[in-house]
């Protein structure tokens, strides 16, 4: 059913000409039940005129959103002629403009807001005069109206509160998307700055080292375009010819081929894997890449090692990881830079945490993640 209503709501914000017109039909069947229902003997029968009038004091909801302030005068006036010139039936309920209030309530600004209190202030009272001229009706009348105007006003809220969720989602995704892009980036220009200073110096002592070399950073960069193209292509707006490719982040098949990139830039990189490993959720399965990846860039970028060491644990629940190189350590004055904040944003965006420091005996730099995920029992449901 919340599908189906979802649906329907989304067909409705695509098409709103169509949910007036359907509104205005649902109204005139409601008015019309009092002309098919059977009158008293006493009372004057129904007329066409009258239907006709009544008719005519729906017709005007079909412009109730572009011309709210407009309509509502219309069906005061129709209205008003209806009981001035016909002797027709009366309807429970003020069916039109309960609709058009709430209309004016939910989507006008404020000024339009108190012309129609102003308007109903009026007619209001003038309608019960017209009518039985009790302060029953009067009383009846005037709460309907306001509960109206209340349900519009609720309903103004909770699309702006909506409007600012969808706000704050989108940046969010901006900063995901921002945070990925200088993962990326960050990672493969740190490699090709390191492959094309070593390239010179290899071309003169060791020309197959310096091939390598030259080959690594066009592996690189083409690796760095593809990933950036994946991540993009959900951004295309449709201009460009053929469908937006959507392949899936890199997950934890795609750490051999980060490692050996590393290892190609002249790093020795040691990997080992304890515990049960078992698949990860997409999303988990990317961050661990991610984190990862920065946590090499880092070394490349800032830690002048010569060997480095990656360790995932998986646990019952959970899955621990493990960076540690044998360089120069913590600098002082660092303040982490924005590739270590972004290791912390994503362990906090899984339930995790993210630990980084000077190494065992305050030797090299270590960066240590703990990521809650799947058990084995809830992976083989």
């Known amino acids: 059913m919340r599908g189906w209503w979802e649906r329907g709501r989304a067909l409705g914000a695509a098409h709103p ?90 989507g006008s600004p404020p000024w339009k807001r108190l012309v129609t209190g102003g308007l109903m202030a009026v007619a209001v009272p003038v309608s019960v005069w017209l009518n039985t001229r009790t302060a029953r009706e009067l009383t009846f009348s005037l709460f309907v109206f306001a509960a109206a105007y209340v349900f519009g006003r609720l309903t103004d809220a909770r699309q702006r509160a909506n409007r600012i969720e969808a706000e704050r989602a989108a940046a969010r995704e901006r900063a995901r998307i921002a945070r990925e892009m200088h993962d990326i980036l960050s990672h493969a220009v740190s490699l090709m700055i390191v492959q094309a200073e070593a390239g010179p110096v290899a071309v003169r002592t060791a020309p197959e080292r310096a091939e390598a070399a030259f080959d690594a950073i066009s592996t690189t960069g083409r690796e760095a375009m593809v990933q950036l193209r994946r991540m993009l292509g959900v951004l295309r707006t449709g201009d460009e010819p053929g469908p937006a490719p959507r392949e899936p982040q890199p ?15 002249g790093l020795e990189v040691a990997y080992e894997s304890a515990g049960a490993v078992r698949p990860l959720p997409d999303a988990t399965g990317a961050t661990v890449f991610r984190i990862v990846q920065e946590a090499l860039t880092n070394v490349v970028k800032h830690a002048g090692a010569r060997t480095v060491s990656v360790q995932l644990t998986f646990g019952e629940g959970a899955l621990d990881i493990r960076v540690l190189d044998d360089g120069r350590g913590p600098q002082s004055g660092s303040g982490g830079g924005h590739g270590l904040i972004g290791v912390r944003e994503r362990a906090a965006a899984h339930g995790g945490t993210a630990v980084t420091g000077p190494g065992p005996d305050g030797r090299g730099f270590e960066v240590r993640v703990h990521l809650p995920v799947l058990s084995s029992a809830e992976v083989a449901r």
């Open 251 to 265: 997950g934890l098949a795609g750490l051999s081929g980060l490692l050996d990139r590393v290892r190609a830039s």
């Open 17 to 106: 000409q169509a949910v007036d017109l359907g509104i205005a039909l649902l109204v005139q069947a409601a008015m019309t039940m009092p002309f098919v229902v059977p009158r008293p003997p006493d009372l004057e029968p129904a007329t066409w005129p009258a239907y006709g009038l009544t008719t005519l004091t729906v017709v005007p909801l079909i412009w109730r959103r572009r011309a709210p302030l407009a309509v509502l005068i219309a069906i005061i006036a129709t209205s008003a002629l209806y009981k001035l010139a016909v002797e027709g039936p009366g309807q429970p309920l003020p069916y039109t403009g309960l609709v058009i209030v709430y209309t004016l309530a939910a």
